[in-house]
């Protein structure tokens, strides 16, 4: 399967607020509003986007969100994603 990376923005005066945009593995990946443009729906809105973006390319949109992560668990949950299960990441890091 080819994976291609999906980015979408949300724009107040030409500057950039919000965006959401694919990991490699085809999960929604990086989302991220500004503070001064947070409480207006664009986290929603650019995600809503990528998924059906995503929808293009294979039957089901996933991500990875930090368990602590409230105000995402909250988007994405207005969108109807479900938690599937818990993960745990590990770190690797050169001595």
Do not use: H
């Not at 999960?27 to 443009?37: C, D, I, M, N, R």
């Amino acid at each position: 399967m080819f994976i291609y990376f999906i980015f979408k923005g949300a724009y107040r005066n030409e500057e950039l607020v919000s965006w959401s945009l694919t990991q490699y593995n085809g999960s929604v990946g990086t989302v991220f509003t500004k503070p001064e443009a947070r409480g207006l729906g664009l986290a929603t809105i650019v995600n809503a986007y990528v998924a059906s973006k995503i929808f293009e390319q294979q039957e089901r949109a996933f991500c990875f969100i930090d368990y602590d992560n409230i105000a995402s668990l909250r988007v994405f949950e207005k969108l109807g994603y479900r938690r599937t299960c818990n993960v745990d990441w590990l770190i690797f890091t050169p001595k």
